[in-house]
C-alpha cells in the first residue's frame, strides 16, 4: 500500500514539472526516475517535500520518531544517446536486479508494462541488446 501510495505522488509531482517521463520504477527502499525536465530545482524540492511527507507518515505509523527514510536524490544530465538507453534500461532493469521479480515487465511499480506496448518488444529487446547496463 505505501508503494502504490508513493508511487501515485512521486508521479503526480514528476508530471507536473518535467517535460516528459522515459522510465520510472519504485522499489521498497529506493527508486529511479528518467526525465527531461527544465525545472530541476524545483521538482527537487518538490521530491524532498515528498520525502518529508511519507518519511513523517510512516515513522508515526510504526512509532519510530526520528528515524531516516529517504537518503538521497540526485540528478544526473544525460551525455549521449547511448548514455540515456544505458539509464532506461538500468531502470526498468532495476527490480530483476535486486531480486524482486524475475522478468522487468512483471514488477508492478514501474512503466515496464507501458514502455513494452509503445516501444514494441521486438524494439525493447534490440535497445536492451544495443545499449548494455554496463555502458
Known sequence: QRMTSFE???LEI???FSAAIYAWCILPNHYHVLLKTEQIKILRK???LLHGRTSFKWNA???ERGRQIWHNCFERGMKSERHFYASLNYVLHNPVHHGY???WQDWQWSNAKEYLEKTGTEKAAD???SY???D
Request: hydrophobic share 30%.
Open 127 to 129: 535497445i536492451w541488446r
Open 14 to 16: 514528476c508530471e507536473k
Open 61 to 63: 505509523e510504526e512509532n
Open 101 to 103: 521479480c524475475e522478468r
Open 46 to 48: 518538490e521530491i524532498g
Open 132 to 134: 548494455p547496463i554496463l
Open 8 to 10: 501515485t505522488e512521486f
